[in-house]
């Protein structure tokens, strides 16, 4: 136990680790904010009065509404691929071309969903 | 170039590996869920004009007060023990996976002994909270 990186936060943040790189990092923000959203939910949803409308009246704003999609929506399309590569480890040799794939999907599906949002909250 | 990766059945158990295969398996089952969630609130919301946003609010947790605000004529069959059961077993696997989740990502920062056991405890009173809550909010309405 007590595992040592070796390694400062400059290089850390120095290294190049590209598309694959990308997918980790964003599928750990889009993790976190999934976690730390679905906590406040259910905890102002417990609660419930007048803390819980103050946390429904963040979550109900589109900036929020935006951010929560792209995290959902990132982490179920990465973690798909994640899932699929890791029980058929035979596939990793495919990993770049999954990533392609996934953005193929998340692009097109998570600007649909941008443009409604934005279309509910400011045109209407 | 040739996979270097063993097969899955010649990597052993541990908790660690047990966790792992929980938690691939786990996102497979919420898609399950999810779709299952999809198809219900297609067909009981298909002559209300229910919008894309409201099929996927109710398709993320199968909770009632998650379409109340639509233009739902009749909550109850938005409201059966089948659904409360769906939302439960959502519940119990979306904690899990993401309780998990954060006790990884803490190990990549907190690398002591005492740091790591810290965390361990604190992410089993979050699991026990969390789903004590979620039950509570979805079998008291």
């Not at chain 1, 990132?74 to 990793?92: S, Y």
């Not at chain 1, 193929?104 to 909250?121: D, K, R």
């Not at chain 2, 097969?7 to 497979?28: S, Y």
Request: glycine share 10%.
């Amino acid at each position: 136990m007590g595992l040592k990186r070796n390694v400062s936060l400059a290089t850390g943040l120095r290294y190049k680790g590209q598309g694959p790189m990308l997918t980790f990092v964003l599928h750990r923000i889009g993790g976190l904010g999934m976690g730390i959203f679905v906590t406040v939910h259910i905890v102002a949803s417990f609660v419930g009065g007048e803390i819980g409308g103050f946390a429904n009246n963040i979550y109900t704003h589109w900036l929020f509404q935006i951010f929560i999609f792209f995290c959902a929506l990132f982490h179920g399309i990465n973690g798909l691929r994640i899932t699929v590569l890791d029980l058929w480890p035979k596939l990793i040799v495919y990993q770049r071309e999954a990533i392609w794939m996934e953005w193929a999907v998340f692009i097109p599906v998570y600007a649909l969903a941008v443009i409604i949002v934005l279309q509910t909250a400011l045109g209407g | 170039m040739k996979s270097r990766s063993l097969p899955i059945k010649d990597r052993g158990l541990n908790f660690e590996m047990f966790m792992w295969l929980v938690t691939r398996l786990t996102a497979l089952a919420m898609y399950a869920l999810l779709l299952t969630g999809v198809i219900g609130a297609l067909i009981m919301g298909a002559r209300t004009q229910m919008n894309l946003a409201d099929v996927i609010r109710w398709s993320f947790m199968p909770n009632p007060s998650h379409v109340q605000s639509t233009n739902v004529p009749d909550l109850l069959p938005w409201s059966t023990t089948f659904w409360q059961l769906i939302g439960s077993a959502f519940l119990f696997i979306a904690v899990a996976h993401g309780v998990h989740g954060l006790v990884v990502i803490a190990d990549d920062y907190i690398v002591k002994p005492r740091g790591r056991s810290i965390v361990r405890f604190l992410s089993i009173v979050m699991v026990i909270a969390m789903t004590g809550m979620g039950l509570y909010i979805l079998w008291t309405q």
